[in-house]
């Protein structure tokens, strides 16, 4: 059953932007952390970035001030902006939930996860 459901992504040219949202599906995350994850072809999912119920935000060193997390609490909405973006940027991009945001900021995995939407950044 998803509970996750991610939308946005796609193509685009290095240096470029795109955005990714994920809402959810069936039930509320209300109080949750929310975080994003990415998987490239060939490579282990490596956590991205991450926001606490009340905004609190932390992000992957890689992320060097391009990508921006936000959400709204009243939609149980996470998003994702991705800016100045690298071929390799490229993989699928997972939306998860965790009741602790400190779990996921301590590199552990959260319990809920989306099923993925590909971003793809052609030089």
């Known amino acids: 059953q998803v509970q996750l459901v991610e939308s946005g992504g796609g193509s685009v040219q290095a240096g470029g932007s795109l955005s990714v949202s994920c809402v959810p599906s069936?039930?509320?995350?209300?109080?949750?952390?929310m975080a994003w994850f990415r998987q490239a072809p060939g490579k282990e999912r490596e956590f991205v970035a991450t926001?606490?119920?009340?905004?609190?935000?932390h992000y992957a060193a890689f992320v060097k001030g391009r990508f921006t997390i936000s959400r709204d609490n009243a939609k149980n909405a996470v998003y994702l902006q991705m800016n100045s973006l690298k071929p390799e940027d490229t993989a699928v991009y997972y939306c998860?939930?965790?009741?602790?945001?400190?779990?996921?900021?301590?590199?552990?995995?959260?319990?809920?996860w989306g099923q993925g939407t590909q971003v793809t950044v052609s030089s």
């Open positions: 926001i606490s119920w009340d905004y609190i935000t």
């Open positions: 998860a939930a965790d009741i602790s945001f400190q779990t996921i900021v301590r590199g552990g995995l959260p319990g809920y």
């Open positions: 069936g039930r509320t995350f209300s109080g949750y952390a």
